[in-house]
C-alpha cells in the first residue's frame, strides 16, 4: 500500500486538475506498463488547436507514466486543402482517397509537415517523440490495394524494430501512414488500417 501511495503522489505532481480522481491510475498503469497503446489520431482532430493541444497534453501525461504510446495520425482537412490550392479534385471510391502522382505529393508533403508539427508540440513539453514518415523512419513496406485507387497501398510488413527501438529509448513515435513498395514507389495508407 505504501508504493501505491508513493507513486499517487509522483502522479500528483502532473496529473491535470480537470482529470479525474487519481486513485485509480497506479492500478491502471501497472496493469497497462508492458503494453504498447496505439492511438490514431484523425486529422480533423488536428486541425482544431483546443482539440490539438489537449491530445498533446495526454501524450505527456500517458508519457510521464512511463506507458509505451504510439502516434499515428491522418490528416485528411489538411491534404483537401493542400490538393484544392494546386487545384487538384479529390475523388473517392469506398472511404478511400483516389490517388495519384500529384495527389502522393501533396499527400507526402502535407503529412510530412503535420507530422513535425506534432513532434515540435510534444518536445515543446518536454516529451521526446520521434518522426515516422516517408523521409524519416519510414515503417511499412506496402502493396497497391488496386489500381483504381492508385497509390494507396495496404501494409504487407512493419518494420517494428524502428519501433521498439524509440520506446526503449522513451520517445514517443508519431506515425504518418505512408509507406514504399517493393520498387520504392510511394503509397498513402488509411490511417484506421495502419493503426490495426
Not at 491510475?25 to 508492458?34: G, S
Not at 503529412?111 to 506534432?118: G, L, P, S
Amino acid at each position: 500500500m505504501t508504493n501505491l501511495k508513493m507513486q499517487s503522489s509522483q502522479i500528483e505532481e502532473f496529473w491535470p486538475k480537470s482529470a479525474p480522481s487519481i486513485l485509480n491510475v497506479p492500478k491502471y498503469v501497472e496493469k497497462y506498463q508492458n503494453d504498447k497503446i496505439v492511438i490514431k489520431c484523425g486529422g480533423a482532430v488536428l486541425e482544431d488547436k483546443h482539440l490539438f493541444d489537449n491530445f498533446i497534453d495526454d501524450i505527456v501525461v500517458l508519457n510521464k507514466l512511463k506507458l509505451s504510446v504510439i502516434i499515428i495520425h491522418g490528416g485528411g482537412p489538411r491534404i483537401k486543402k493542400g490538393l484544392e490550392k494546386k487545384q487538384i479534385q479529390s475523388i473517392f471510391k469506398n472511404g478511400l482517397r483516389v490517388t495519384n502522382l500529384d495527389t502522393m505529393q501533396v499527400v507526402e508533403d502535407e503529412m510530412t509537415k503535420f507530422n513535425q508539427e506534432i513532434v515540435n508540440a510534444l518536445n515543446l513539453k518536454s516529451v521526446k517523440a520521434a518522426p515516422c514518415h516517408l523521409k524519416q523512419n519510414t515503417l511499412f513496406q506496402v502493396k497497391q490495394i488496386s489500381p483504381e485507387l492508385g497509390y494507396v497501398g495496404k501494409p504487407t510488413n512493419i518494420n517494428i524494430s524502428i519501433i521498439e527501438n524509440f520506446l526503449k529509448d522513451n520517445l514517443v513515435p508519431i506515425i504518418a501512414p505512408m509507406g514504399l513498395d517493393k520498387e520504392k514507389n510511394k503509397y498513402n495508407i488509411n490511417a484506421d488500417t495502419a493503426a490495426m
